[in-house]
């Protein structure tokens, strides 16, 4: 079905092409709960068997945050000039564990000293591509999306935030 754009198409994608585009990127974002308020972090992360892992410095208070409970995990690639990308999203529950051997995380690039892992089961897990129709499969599961266009409604204010490293708290 066709987008906003009338020569795009949301196509919707499988588990496996899913699984493939997590592991395309280094930096996703965490959807949890912060005291009964929503907070969403970019974080560093890998993928591990069925697994999200970000890594995280003991006593940071996000720890607390997840521990336990049900979490949101996103990643995307989105081209202004093509207009055309891509988002997996994951829910699942997640689990503080500990770094070394017996957390099953051995160091890597943003690891931290001695700290704890969020780790995020692939529950429910969910993508999206937007494209060209040229260049989708012949038959491809197509959606609507509302009519919406990006807004200045921030006045083009950004936000600058470092995620090479381990969260901090």
């Keep these: 079905m066709s987008t906003n754009d009338e020569d795009r198409f949301l196509e919707v994608l499988g588990d496996a092409e899913c699984r ?4 395309t990127v280094r930096v996703g974002r965490l959807g949890f709960t912060d005291a009964a308020l929503p907070a969403i972090l970019p974080v560093p992360f890998s993928v591990v068997d069925d697994c999200i892992r970000i890594p995280a410095r003991e006593g940071n208070r996000v720890l607390d945050a997840v521990r336990r409970s049900v979490v949101a995990f996103a990643v995307d690639s989105y081209d202004d000039l093509t207009r055309t990308g891509w988002g997996v999203t994951v829910v699942g529950p997640a689990h503080v564990v500990p770094d070394g051997p017996r957390g099953g995380r051995q160091g890597g690039p943003g690891a931290p000293g001695p700290g704890r892992s969020i780790v995020v089961q692939l529950g429910l897990l969910r993508g999206w591509r937007l494209g060209d129709p040229a260049g989708l ?3 491809p599961t197509r959606v ?3 009519n919406r266009r990006p807004t200045d409604a921030d ?3 950004g936000m600058a935030v470092d995620v090479g490293g381990p969260i901090d708290g």
Excluded: K
Aim: no cysteine; net charge neutral; hydrophobic share 30%.
């Design 137 to 139: 499969p012949s038959s």
């Design 20 to 23: 493939r585009l997590l592991g």
């Design 144 to 146: 609507d999306i509302p």
């Design 155 to 157: 006045g083009g204010a």
